[in-house]
């Protein structure tokens, strides 16, 4: 089957940059991204896209009016489109039962819903959104139930892509996952959005499944991912205790092949909008099917990232002589990570939160993320200044907290920043990201991550 056109719903952090690089890829194919949020639309459409990712905008610009547009969703545009992602979000529940834990899917419900009456006959629906196991089976039930008309194949292709490097991830990723029902039309619907893959990714990276097996792995894959943070930053709280430094010790575990080095860094703790509500939605997956063992396991990653971002938070107020009371603190960085300005589930809101009860006066500052931090501390009690220049966030400060690696951290005049900053001045580096000995020397007390620290004290 040719696919002329495509519609996605949602069109967020994952639908926009996956159906741009779909667009870009496939010039022939006509691409449509809607949401029911038409602010969001209208960002889509102007000068300033709805979020930052590197090297979005540059696609965006080229084939926006061409074969890539942005609208807000109507029965017509559904009718026209031989295939249907749906890209919505699917947050932790924050009612009823599986509260806190179980995923919310009364957005894809409603997406089901609103496209079932217009699909034409063959469309096929793809599933983006990560979802717990078993959820394109509802989709498909919600679209087929008490009709006679043709069933709809329902795919799910689960996204594998980071913030920061989605772009990258998308053009070159590791592999492209489609999970299909096991029917003929099904392996023949997969095979239709692998040709649209196939656009540019190499086929071996292209893996078949079975639906639930593809759903499942991006639980899996996440929390495998999260896993070895917690487990890092595990051994981060030893490593103060024991005087070892966990930077050699990553260093030493990554070097073995079988482990290999990347997601070992220990900091502050992991955050975004996945890692937590996955491991959540996999523990309770897990325990609603009776393995409670399992459940446990997989809740004690997230308990393990709770408890470095309180132990951190704690140290932060224990070694300014135990009170932070009425102090301005600067913190530089309030994005999960760098480059993007998603702040969703990101450790600062936490550590800010934590600092705030302990009535210390906050100066916030990062690059891109200032509105959505603006945005998460609303309605919380205490003094927060949101401040666009770092020298101004530190001036009159008794300490400097780096929450997020931004590169541009590494620029500063930390001369200046000391010279300006309340006596004695301390450097609590959440990411071991910053030259200790060279912050020592200039006087700070350095509190880095799973290191000694570095005091005058
Ligand atoms: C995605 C995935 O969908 C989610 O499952 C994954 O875990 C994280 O990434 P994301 O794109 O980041 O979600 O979410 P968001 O940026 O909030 O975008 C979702 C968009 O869908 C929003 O713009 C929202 O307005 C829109 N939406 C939501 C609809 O168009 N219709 C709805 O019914 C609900
Ligand atoms: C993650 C997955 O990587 C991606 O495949 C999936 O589709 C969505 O979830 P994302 O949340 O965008 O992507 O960011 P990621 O780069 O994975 O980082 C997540 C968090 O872990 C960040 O807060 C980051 O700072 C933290 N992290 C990462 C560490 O603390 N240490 C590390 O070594 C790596």
């Given at each position: 089957m040719e696919i002329k056109k495509i519609i996605c719903i949602g069109a967020g952090y994952v639908g926009g940059p996956t159906m741009a690089v779909i667009a870009d890829r496939c010039p022939e194919i006509g691409v449509t991204v809607v949401d029911i949020n038409p602010e969001r639309i209208a960002q889509w459409n102007s000068?300033?896209?709805p979020i930052y990712e590197p090297g979005l905008e540059e696609i965006v610009l080229r084939c926006r009016g061409r074969n890539l547009f942005f609208k807000t969703a109507s029965p017509e545009l559904i009718a026209e489109a031989d295939m249907v992602f749906v890209s919505v979000n699917t947050p932790t529940k924050t009612f009823g039962e599986g509260e806190g834990r179980a995923a919310d899917l009364q957005y894809l419900e409603k997406s089901a819903r609103f496209i079932r009456p217009h699909l034409k006959p063959g469309a096929i629906v793809v599933e983006k959104s990560t979802v717990p196991v078993k959820t394109a089976e509802a989709i498909s039930t919600i679209l087929h139930f008490?009709?006679?008309g043709p069933r709809h194949p329902v795919l799910s292709n689960p996204e594998f892509l980071a913030e920061g490097t989605a772009i990258r991830d998308l053009e070159e990723p590791d592999r492209v996952l489609i999970g299909c029902e096991q029917t003929p039309e099904g392996q023949l619907a997969a095979q239709a959005l692998a040709d649209v893959y196939a656009h540019w990714v190499p086929r071996e990276r292209i893996l078949l499944t079975n639906v639930w097996s593809s759903e499942l792995s991006k639980l899996a894959a996440n929390a495998m991912l999260a896993q070895r943070i917690s487990s890092i930053n595990s051994i981060s709280a030893l490593c103060e205790a024991t005087r070892a430094d966990v930077g050699e010790i990553s260093r030493a575990v990554g070097l073995d092949n079988r482990i290999g080095p990347q997601f070992l860094e220990a900091g502050i703790g992991f955050g975004g909008s996945c890692f937590r509500k996955d491991l959540l939605n996999l523990s309770y997956i897990c325990e609603h099917e009776g393995l409670l063992e399992v459940a446990a396991y997989w809740k004690g990653v997230v308990a393990m990232n709770d408890f470095q971002i309180e132990r951190y938070t704690r140290k932060i107020v224990s070694s300014q002589f135990n009170t932070v009371a009425a102090k301005k603190i600067a913190i530089f960085g309030f994005a999960y990570k760098p480059g993007t300005d998603d702040t969703r589930d990101a450790p600062a809101i936490q550590v800010c939160q934590g600092l705030l009860r302990e009535q210390a006066r906050l100066a916030i500052h990062d690059p891109k993320a200032l509105e959505n931090a603006r945005y998460d501390l609303k309605g919380v009690e205490g003094e927060v200044a949101f401040e666009p220049d770092p020298y101004k966030a530190a001036e009159g400060s008794h300490a400097i907290v780096l929450l997020t690696h931004w590169p541009e951290y590494r620029k500063l005049d930390f001369q200046r920043l000391y010279e300006s900053m309340e006596k004695p001045s301390f450097f609590f580096d959440g990411r071991n990201w910053l030259d200790h000995a060279a912050l020592h020397r200039i006087g700070f007390n350095v509190y880095p991550i799973g290191k000694e620290s570095l005091s005058h004290i």
């Open positions: 000068d300033k896209l008490e009709s006679q």
